[in-house]
């Protein structure tokens, strides 16, 4: 359902509010080593997440980027619309370019309210629950705190 970028944007952004908590700024070259991401890909993507005001960028030796606002007030669709845009969650299924009410595809009326529960929970969970979860042990996220070789 989603871009590669904005998987890789998602990662980058809870990777940035757990290591940007202690006041820092997190280089492009920590977060794309600890989490995977090809380094050229990473930066463009950051980039497109300040355009959106969704993270500080930072020049010179202590550069970097933050989040802009605290990770409570960032939600995982402020994330999808800086990337992917909320067209996602309108496209069809499987593809097809004249999916509608009207001529809808095989799995239409299916899929219709698996986008909007997939548009609801990204608009209810901030970057903040996904933190909390995380340390609870309730769920799983790759991360990797800076300086933990």
């Not at 995977?36 to 202590?62: C, E």
């Not at 629950?129 to 042990?137: H, R, T």
Request: glycine share 6%; hydrophobic share 35%.
């Amino acid at each position: 359902m989603f871009s590669a970028s904005c998987h890789y944007a998602l990662l980058a952004m809870f990777y940035i509010g757990r290591n940007s908590r202690q006041g820092r700024n997190v280089e492009l070259a920590d977060i794309a080593a600890r989490q995977d991401i090809p380094k050229h890909f990473l930066s463009k993507i950051l980039q497109q997440l300040v355009r959106h005001k969704l993270l500080v960028s930072t020049k010179g030796p202590h550069g970097g980027f933050r989040l802009s606002k605290p990770c409570q007030q960032i939600k995982l669709i402020d994330v999808v619309r800086a990337i992917d845009g909320e067209e996602i969650f309108s496209r069809c299924g499987i593809g097809l370019r004249s999916c509608n009410p009207a001529e809808p595809c095989p799995i239409h009326e299916e899929y219709h309210q698996t986008r909007r529960n997939v548009h609801q929970l990204f608009k209810s969970k901030s970057l903040k629950i996904l933190a909390d979860e995380a340390i609870n042990g309730r769920s799983f996220i790759k991360y990797e705190p800076a300086g933990s070789e």
